[in-house]
């Protein structure tokens, strides 16, 4: 395994993993393009995004975004979405978008940061059957 196989870390209380990853990355809409991956110098992985276009609606949408701990604070997780937005941008988008958990302050303050505002509150709703 390489350096960057240790990104569950990145995401709060996620069920995030390899496998999830895999199964991402070989569905047809993936774009390996909008796979972004910001590594330090050392060539440890920092921070981590998907994005994804939607051709049609021109919106695109970022999912996962994800920081390592050791990382958090230093700025990686913004150029990783600025990164996003450049390409996004590229492929015709004029929007993006993120969700994160309501408990999540530290990536809802991000997300701010790098210029998204809050338009509205998500609630799911499940049955176990």
Not at 4 to 24: D, F, G, Q, V
Not at 93 to 106: E, K, L, Q, W
Request: a positive charge; glycine letters at 10%; charged letters at 25%.
């Amino acid at each position: 395994m390489t350096k960057r196989s240790n990104i569950c870390a990145s995401w709060l209380r996620s069920t995030w993993s390899m496998e999830t990853y895999r199964k991402i990355r070989a569905s047809d809409v993936y774009d390996p393009e909008l796979d972004i991956v910001l590594e330090a110098s050392d060539g440890t992985f920092a921070a981590y995004c998907i994005c994804w276009a939607d051709l049609v609606a021109g919106v695109g949408s970022y999912e996962p975004v994800g920081t390592r701990p050791e990382w958090r604070g230093k700025g990686v997780g913004r150029e990783t979405i600025y990164e996003g937005f450049r390409r996004l941008k590229a492929k015709g988008m004029h929007s993006a978008r993120v969700g994160t958990a309501g408990f999540n302050a530290p990536a809802q303050a991000l997300y701010e940061s790098c210029g998204f505002v809050r338009v509205g509150t998500c609630r799911t709703f499940m049955k176990v059957l």
